[in-house]
């Protein structure tokens, strides 16, 4: 914990007021105390105290924006001053006890954006290093090595190379390619650096389903990081830094479209917030896998078997992609098409509960026990619908429901979207074949 003098404070105080919009300022004042934002959230719903009523939270940061920012507060009348202890409490409220899921502004009844609030919130604290330790790193390795888990170039080259011979086994074709670095690509496509690094395979299926449908396609040397936890720690300028590094390998190798693969917070920040950090429209599509797997199953440009898929499948909604990136239904028009049960949950797509594991949770070792109780809602979701496997389409909510299964005894398979299509491919003949 940095000293938390008077300069650090009112550093922290200047980036909050920076990060507040007018609608913002509205929202700190219009909360009406309902309760129902309670209910709505998964850490209350599983420990129902008052710190985890997000109103409780909204209203610790209002309190200190009353007192600086107003006539009254700078009176004495109103509000709390922002000390270490109001500080302190800011970041067990908006870091300790948020994923930033979002669904309490869905409920609420005045249609209060929290986490806009919150996330200026998280603002004020990095300006004032309050940021926690393994979060900022996080952001460090991305900066520094060009993805969040400091995979080498090389290390990464020869994991893509090994795969390429896995794949040119699985699907029989001595021509199947994973192509790197190839100019003038239509796709370019990114990856979570969790998969080369301990879900190979995930990868593999990615790459078999683009082979299925004959796609144009590449993977970057430099810049196939789809990560961005700038998006957690809300250091915008490191969060522009690093959507930098998509845009310098879409402009290195002339693609047409950046894919981004199955990630939620990948998706929002690429697809909705890197242009606003960067200040700049992108001249190239964002388009997320779900929807070209969509498409090519529509345009029939692949076939699937249903049958091999004979168990109950459900679907997890991460938050970054469904409730603020607005991509509900592709994910669903593939699974319909590729398992022979798709059960829905209760609820599900924009009002489905947080698995848990956004907004940083995973990247934050302190608050591990908080993430996986709030995590309870999500398992008794997963338990109620009976499924065999739970599809999520975000390596963030696969770790998160990785653990939720030990946890909570769920027995269930977690899988990705392109795990499920690549496993039902009607393979084509490979070439040459009569």
């Given at each position: 914990?940095?000293?938390?003098?008077?300069?650090?404070?009112?550093?922290?105080?200047?980036?909050?007021?920076?990060?507040?919009?007018?609608?913002?300022?509205?929202?700190?004042?219009?909360?009406?105390?309902?309760?129902?934002?309670?209910?709505?959230?998964?850490?209350y719903r599983m420990d129902p105290s008052l710190e985890n009523i997000p109103a409780r939270k909204l209203d610790l940061i209002a309190s200190a924006f009353r007192r600086h920012c107003t006539v009254l507060g700078r009176l004495g009348?109103?509000?709390?001053?922002?000390?270490?202890?109001?500080?302190?409490?800011?970041?067990?409220?908006?870091?300790?006890?948020?994923?930033?899921?979002?669904?309490?502004?869905?409920?609420?009844?005045?249609?209060?954006?929290?986490?806009?609030?919150?996330?200026?919130?998280?603002?004020?604290?990095?300006?004032?290093?309050?940021?926690?330790?393994?979060?900022?790193?996080?952001?460090?390795?991305?900066?520094?090595?060009?993805?969040?888990?400091?995979?080498?170039?090389?290390?990464?080259?020869?994991?893509?190379?090994?795969?390429?011979?896995?794949?040119?086994?699985?699907?029989?074709?001595?021509?199947?390619?994973?192509?790197?670095?190839?100019?003038g690509a239509k796709i370019l496509f990114t990856v979570n650096p969790r998969e080369p690094k301990f879900f190979p395979l995930s990868l593999q299926a990615s790459a078999k389903v683009f082979w299925a449908a004959g796609e144009d396609?590449?993977?970057?040397?430099?810049?196939?990081?789809?990560?961005?936890?700038?998006?957690?720690?809300?250091?915008?300028?490191?969060?522009?830094?690093?959507?930098?590094?998509?845009?310098?390998?879409?402009?290195?190798?002339?693609?047409?479209?950046?894919?981004?693969?199955?990630?939620?917070?990948?998706?929002?920040?690429?697809?909705?917030?890197?242009?606003?950090?960067?200040?700049?429209?992108?001249?190239?599509?964002?388009?997320?896998?779900?929807?070209?797997?969509?498409?090519?199953?529509?345009?029939?440009?692949?076939?699937?078997?249903?049958?091999?898929?004979?168990?109950?499948?459900?679907?997890?909604?991460?938050?970054?992609?469904?409730?603020?990136?607005?991509?509900?239904?592709?994910?669903?028009?593939?699974?319909r098409r590729t398992v022979t049960e798709f059960r829905e949950m209760a609820p599900h797509g924009a009002g489905n509960f947080c698995c848990g594991g956004g907004g940083g949770q995973l990247a934050m070792g302190r608050y591990k026990?908080?993430?996986?109780?709030?995590?309870?809602?999500?398992?008794?979701?997963?338990?109620?619908?009976?499924?065999?496997?739970?599809?999520?389409?975000?390596?963030?909510?696969?770790?998160?429901?990785?653990?939720?299964?030990?946890?909570?005894?769920?027995?269930?398979?977690?899988?990705?979207?392109?795990?499920?299509?690549?496993?039902?491919?009607?393979?084509?003949?490979?070439?040459?074949?009569?």
């Amino acid at each position: 914990m940095p000293e938390l003098d008077a300069p650090t404070l009112q550093r922290g105080l200047d980036a909050f007021r920076a990060r507040l919009g007018q609608a913002d300022l509205a929202y700190l004042d219009a909360c009406v105390h309902c309760g129902l934002c309670a209910d709505s959230c998964h850490y209350y719903r599983m420990d129902p105290s008052l710190e985890n009523i997000p109103a409780r939270k909204l209203d610790l940061i209002a309190s200190a924006f009353r007192r600086h920012c107003t006539v009254l507060g700078r009176l004495g009348l109103a509000g709390r001053e922002l000390d270490p202890e109001l500080a302190k409490a800011w970041l067990d409220a908006v870091y300790g006890r948020c994923s930033l899921c979002g669904r309490c502004s869905l409920n609420c009844t005045v249609g209060i954006h929290l986490p806009r609030i919150f996330r200026a919130a998280r603002a004020a604290l990095a300006a004032m290093g309050m940021v926690p330790a393994d979060l900022q790193a996080t952001v460090d390795n991305s900066l520094r090595h060009g993805n969040n888990m400091a995979i080498t170039r090389e290390d990464w080259v020869e994991t893509v190379q090994w795969l390429e011979e896995e794949l040119q086994a699985e699907t029989g074709d001595p021509g199947a390619r994973i192509p790197m670095d190839r100019h003038g690509a239509k796709i370019l496509f990114t990856v979570n650096p969790r998969e080369p690094k301990f879900f190979p395979l995930s990868l593999q299926a990615s790459a078999k389903v683009f082979w299925a449908a004959g796609e144009d396609w590449t993977l970057a040397s430099e810049g196939w990081d789809l990560t961005n936890y700038g998006l957690f720690n809300c250091k915008d300028a490191e969060a522009g830094a690093i959507t930098q590094h998509l845009v310098d390998a879409m402009a290195r190798l002339g693609c047409q479209t950046l894919v981004i693969g199955e990630c939620g917070h990948g998706y929002a920040s690429a697809r909705w917030e890197g242009p606003e950090w960067l200040g700049r429209t992108f001249p190239f599509q964002v388009r997320s896998i779900l929807e070209l797997m969509d498409e090519y199953l529509e345009q029939g440009r692949i076939q699937v078997d249903p049958a091999r898929h004979p168990h109950p499948v459900t679907l997890h909604d991460p938050c970054n992609l469904v409730r603020h990136g607005g991509l509900c239904e592709p994910q669903r028009r593939v699974l319909r098409r590729t398992v022979t049960e798709f059960r829905e949950m209760a609820p599900h797509g924009a009002g489905n509960f947080c698995c848990g594991g956004g907004g940083g949770q995973l990247a934050m070792g302190r608050y591990k026990e908080r993430r996986l109780q709030a995590g309870g809602m999500k398992a008794r979701q997963i338990q109620a619908t009976g499924a065999h496997t739970v599809v999520a389409p975000c390596h963030n909510c696969i770790d998160q429901l990785a653990e939720l299964n030990k946890e909570f005894k769920l027995k269930v398979q977690v899988r990705t979207v392109a795990e499920l299509v690549a496993d039902a491919l009607i393979l084509p003949s490979p070439t040459g074949a009569p």
